[in-house]
């Protein structure tokens, strides 16, 4: 299974749980003949949680309020690692419901 696949995969068996947390966008691209990808987007009152993970393993992984977001690039060399960063990604939502 491709990085890729993996997120799709994810973000299906996590589907309830993620609308929870806002608003859930998930994109795949085939790469148009370069890397093919797969992003998962969380947003809520301004806040937002977004990873795109190419299947070549690079990550770019961003969270925070429009405006002031932090960046962050990773590049994974285990399906762990992106399971990993997955869990990253809701707690950085959940962590919005703390705020409120």
């Given at each position: 299974m491709t990085f890729s696949e993996q997120v799709i995969r994810w973000a299906t068996a996590n589907a309830?749980?993620?609308?929870?947390l806002?608003?859930?966008t998930v994109q795949t691209s085939d790469g148009g003949?370069?890397?093919?990808?797969?992003?998962?987007?969380?947003?809520d009152r301004g806040r937002f949680a977004e990873i795109?993970?190419?299947d070549s393993g690079e990550v770019e992984f961003a969270h925070g309020a429009h405006g002031h977001a932090t960046d962050e690039h990773y590049d994974l060399t285990s399906p762990k690692e992106l399971d990993d960063l997955l869990e990253q990604l809701?707690?950085?939502?959940q962590a919005w419901s703390n705020d409120a």
């Open positions: 309830d749980r993620l609308s929870r806002g608003e859930v003949g370069s890397k093919p990808s797969a992003h998962v987007a969380i947003e795109i993970v190419w809701v707690l950085r939502a």
